[in-house]
């Protein structure tokens, strides 16, 4: 099958191929060069998707996009606060060659016009041109994913006819914003706006920005993080010329332009454009470019003040331990206790990125619901991510919950690397035994219904071995047909973490657990390991492929030491014929334990896909 | 409990108190009548939820905050491109109370500068000024949630003192930006300038902004939706005065600012926020105001050119025939046909709002494996919203299957009902057809599995009465037994729709399908009904409350005319004495049923909780 999305690029292309308006930049003969006719598109996901159509593999020079970026390396090289004494970021309405320093300070207006654009390369780290240019280039390539290098015919040309920006140079180090000779930042500049890219590069580039500064094909990080948001800045209130405004009112996506005839667009967190077309408008924005992204804007509802709330759908799922329990099989008192009061045992399942919106959601449900909540279980498996102020509120819930002797417990939260980490920095000594972080929800439930039976059940916990008489499924056995089966039964132990059955085995025997604690685990889907229940002593196991004689589908282990006694498949069936009745009990235990098994999945079942 | 997050703003609201440089506007003297100390915040969520701190009850007047929202209804009023052409959209570098009109066309650069904002208020509908302050106030009055109005004093006062903005007015007329006699857009301007608002009206203001014109507080509509990215737009590139840049930099929310101390700062899609504190800095905006904003924004990670990609999560969950399959039972033929067959019936359950950068991920998708999907099920519960250019896209992708003979299919959809429509609106007479959307999930794959089973095995289906003999519990018995248990079993038919079993009652027979078919009934936690199981002739119901000696707990319908064939408990119990090998058998059959109902619930509650 095609794409409807590639389709829909191949006829954007070929409609506004036929747009002929515009004139290919000639202010030096190497630009001039260009063919009108070369058009490309190319838009980017945030995860490395690459859609390309057209002349998306045409060489061209970067121009001044490369301001943008370089204003980044300069963030990297001096910290905000210097980059922002040297240099403003209020747009001047002007023009893109207008001088527009500060008549006291000197200081440009902004790093997209040539002065605060010499004025920032001038910032990256670097004494010779040789040095800056280096360093542009690497983090360039970085953002491209491929070794870039400079047009030398073009540099040669910007450098012999750039009057206007070595006059500025000398103006900057008038008012001393460069410091020192302004040649090398001079020449650095002459050079990167001589990159050679294609405008594949540039989408790939624009991607990068919307990934926050990580390529999204390499996986390379090519910027920051915590820079991105500055560039983007500059580049929405100043980034298309006199023609910011309008463009951030039309198509609503910081963007930079190059006389090159490159566009590069940024949605911030989804996809990155890049447009390649020489014809220029007389504000020296590709005419093709601008129509395209005005389109493709339009069409694809990519404006970013457009607003596609999502905070409220941060809590993806919630359940009480009354209606989903854990795997911890229980007897039936612990279960009809777990069931009526299991109400104040609460599960979240959380979603998407947690940022101050979503976890404001959360937050507001934990200060509802705390005082009713024993204990509060917030599962993390479906969140990517979340920020410091995230962080910070989660931590306020905790504490919340820990005065009034409550419990906040996490699971599935170990690739959140900052929130743990946030957590144990933050946490005074005599809070961190109480802190609980459970490898997967399963566990946090168990932790917490365990809790729940300690105040409930003091009493339950038995550590003695049961014997046959009190096995699940001899209830209402009289004394006769326990003494006969118990004739069957053959005592076996194994060691903690023993394999008791393999998959694959055939099912030859029934197991009444007697001492010690056994799992089921089976593989998920994505290949990790995943308990399907955990028995108690009492219970059995094993029998359901006796029944179905279907070879064992799941591994059962000893999560402790265990002893168990062994029904064979054979004693079993030959009951029918020498205890009919004592089978018939049997059976009947059974089908009502089973029963009581597919009600709990079906529960189950109903709330996990509510 | 208490809110964290309302103790974050407290605390913000003690460190910033004392903070006292800054002036009260006294350009007028009943602005300069404003107490310095008056200071509150208010944050609102996009869901409605309004946290407030200080002195946010406080009345003031609007002053320039207004020029945004009745930008908003100058759009309303005349449309995008009429006001684009009287009001341009161009940050001017220049103060607040610069003229900045073109020298040709006397268009003010835009609406945030007072000519601009002059020059809006003269597009409002109305030709007095009595009825455009009308106008503005209703508007302003569903932005707030309440009735608005005038602090005439300022406004005498406005009025009085407004040589410049006179002279303004005056040169709109002469360049015809202003059509008519200038006195009634001045005028209203002077009194929208002069309403009397408080911060926590403009917290929802703001809110209203950020949920894309809702009122999220009372639910009404304050502007049009589209009109919404035009007016951040604005505040956007031109909110602050000649701060703009720096504002957009350091707090990245667009936002507007008034003389009067307040700040409306928007995070689209999130949250709005509103902030009151007279004393303002030299370039007029709020001292406070400023400072609040950049602590919120750097303490809460607001900034919107932060990228919080969610785009990969919006197929929620995925699984195929083969692992999870429809409510419907089927008999074991039929089943472990769907099983080997079913992987190449797909299941997309969604979420999030499926924006361009969401659905291409599903399309991406969707493009790979169409070709190995017969039919893809795309279940929408969990996205509460879509866009127009996601419909397209969704539209093209149906064509791309239906082109193949493969089939999309949508569930869940009926609240999305621009999809629907669009689906009605754009498909060929020829197509509709073979378009399907079903209300639950489940209905989806069951239409899939009897369309992949009417392939495999076109001569499965039987429309005669099943006997005795084959139902599924006799399996394996006797000419003897099923001759005893025939004897037993009493014949009962039912009426399409009858309720063949009730919750509550006692658990008295089991039931033998022999035609048609019956489906369990249970009421989901949300108090929807949902459809359980589906039986077929041949199967048994009602079987587990008899085993476990339960009252019935899911109603049981008859979907179609259904003949029954009945076992009572008595006889049932009596078996284990008058046939006991019999019974056996029967209780073995029963054992099997649950095991492997039990193996398809947990195989389910694995994949479900993946």
């Known amino acids: 099958m095609k794409s409807p999305i590639e389709r829909y690029l191949e006829e954007l292309h070929q409609t506004f191929s036929k747009e002929k308006s515009g004139t290919v930049a000639s202010y030096i003969p190497e630009l001039f060069k260009a063919n009108p006719e070369w058009f490309g598109i190319c838009l980017v996901t945030t995860d490395g998707h690459v859609y390309e159509v057209g002349d998306t593999r045409q060489n061209f020079t970067i121009q001044s996009i490369s301001k943008a970026l370089v204003y980044g390396m300069a963030l990297e090289d001096n910290g905000r606060a210097e ?9 001047t309405g002007d023009a893109f060659n207008s001088i527009s320093l500060h008549p006291q300070t000197g200081q440009p207006a902004n790093p997209m016009i040539n002065a605060g654009a010499i004025a920032t390369t001038g910032l990256v780290e670097g004494k010779t041109s040789r040095q800056k240019i280096n360093r542009i280039l690497n983090a360039m390539s970085r953002y491209v994913g491929r070794s870039l290098g400079i047009d030398q015919e073009v540099y040669r040309s910007e450098s012999e006819t750039g009057h206007r920006n070595r006059a500025i140079a000398h103006l900057l180090r008038n008012f001393n914003i460069i410091e020192s000779d302004p040649e090398p930042a001079l020449d650095a500049y002459f050079q990167q706006c001589s990159i050679s890219i294609t405008c594949r590069d540039l989408g790939i580039m624009a991607a990068t920005l919307a990934n926050a500064g990580l ?27 006199n023609y910011a405004g309008e463009w951030i009112y039309k198509i609503g996506m910081p963007a930079k332009s190059g006389v090159g005839g490159g566009i590069l667009a940024v949605l911030p967190g989804q996809l990155g454009i890049g447009i390649f077309s020489p014809p220029l ?3 020296g924005n590709s005419v093709r470019g601008i129509k395209v992204c005005e389109e493709l804007s339009h069409q ?3 404006h970013m003040f457009r607003s596609n709330s999502n905070v409220s759908s941060v809590i993806r799922k919630y359940f009480d331990a009354s209606a989903v329990t854990s795997n911890r099989l229980r007897h039936s008192k612990e279960s009809s206790l777990i069931q009526k009061h299991g109400k104040c045992i609460r599960v979240y399942e959380l979603q998407g990125p947690l940022i101050f ?6 937050i507001r449900e934990l200060t509802v619901s705390g005082p009713q909540s024993r204990c509060a279980i917030l599962d993390f498996k479906r969140s990517l991510s979340i920020d410091e102020s995230s962080c910070e509120l989660l931590l306020k819930a905790w504490r919340n919950f820990h005065a009034q002797n409550h419990c906040l417990l996490f699971s599935n939260s170990s690739h959140l690397t900052l929130l743990s980490r946030y957590f144990r920095v933050n946490l005074k000594e005599t809070e961190l035994p109480d802190f609980r972080m459970t490898e997967d929800l399963d566990y946090a439930l168990e932790w917490a219904e365990n809790d729940l039976l300690s105040t409930l059940a003091p009493d339950q916990v038995t550590e003695a071995a049961i014997p046959p008489e009190g096995m699940a499924l001899m209830q209402g056995m009289e004394n006769g047909d326990l003494k006969a089966i118990s004739l069957l039964l053959k005592p076996r132990s194994y060691q903690k973490d023993a394999r008791i059955i393999e998959v694959g085995e055939p099912s030859e025997e029934i197991f009444f657990l007697s001492q010690g604690a056994v799992s089921v685990v089976v593989q998920r889907p994505n290949g990790k390991d995943y308990r399907l229940a955990t028995f108690s002593p009492g219970m059995s196991f094993g029998e359901m492929g006796v029944i179905d004689q279907a070879k064992r589908s799941a591994i059962i282990q000893a999560d402790t030491e265990v002893k168990c006694l062994i029904l064979s498949k054979k004693d079993f069936d030959q009951l029918d014929h020498t205890h009919p009745q004592l089978k018939i009990k049997l059976l009947k235990n059974l089908a009502l334990e089973f029963s009581r098994n597919l009600r709990k999945a079906n529960q189950e079942v109903l709330v996990l896909s509510e």
């Open 300 to 302: 694809l509802d990519l």
């Open 83 to 91: 980059v922002l004494r040297k240099v403003g970021v209020e747009p």
């Open 215 to 241: 390529n999204p094909v390499t996986r390379d990080r090519a910027v920051v993080a915590d820079y991105v948001e500055n560039i983007l800045a500059v580049m929405g209130s100043c980034g298309m010329y």
């Open 357 to 362: 919106s979503t976890t404001e959601v959360i």
């Open 281 to 283: 408008d007389e504000l």
